[in-house]
Structures are given as structure tokens and as C-alpha cells.
């Protein structure tokens, strides 16, 4: 994912630290949408909360940051 990433910053000029803000920004979204999905449905419970943060940690990045780097290259 580094060399996508380098050739994306390098392509639209972006700097050390923007681009370090995108790969901040892309870790975060995993856990922030999953927490926020867990937060939204009744009878959740805490276990259950860790195991989806995990998953849907993994599977975002599995599948969805991939294709974003492919997207914006």
C-alpha cells in the first residue's frame, strides 16, 4: 500500500504531512464507522461491540482500502 501511496501524493502534490494525515484518516475509518454501527443497534453487548470493531476493522481494510487506492491512482 506505500508505493500506492507515495504515487498518489506524488501525483496530486500533496505533502509528508497531508499524506500522513490520509493514512491516519484511512486507520480510523474502520473502527469509527464500525462503533458507530454497534452504538446505533439495541441490545448490543460489550463483547459483541469488540468482536464487530475487529471485523469490520479487518474487513474494511481487506477490501474497501484497496480500492480507493486504485480509485484515486
Given at each position: 500500500m506505500m508505493p500506492v501511496l507515495i504515487d498518489i501524493s506524488k501525483r496530486y502534490g500533496l505533502s509528508k504531512d497531508l499524506t500522513g494525515l490520509v493514512v491516519a484518516i484511512g486507520n480510523l475509518i474502520?473502527?469509527?464507522?464500525?462503533?458507530?454501527?454497534?452504538?446505533?443497534?439495541?441490545?448490543?453487548?460489550?463483547?459483541?461491540?469488540?468482536?464487530?470493531?475487529?471485523?469490520?476493522?479487518?474487513?474494511?481494510?481487506?477490501?474497501?482500502?484497496?480500492?480507493?487506492?486504485?480509485?484515486f491512482l
Open positions: 474502520p473502527e469509527a464507522a464500525t462503533t458507530f454501527n454497534s452504538f446505533t443497534r439495541p441490545n448490543i453487548q460489550m463483547t459483541e461491540f469488540g468482536m464487530a470493531t475487529n471485523i469490520g476493522c479487518a474487513a474494511f481494510s481487506i477490501t474497501m482500502a484497496p480500492a480507493i487506492a486504485v480509485f
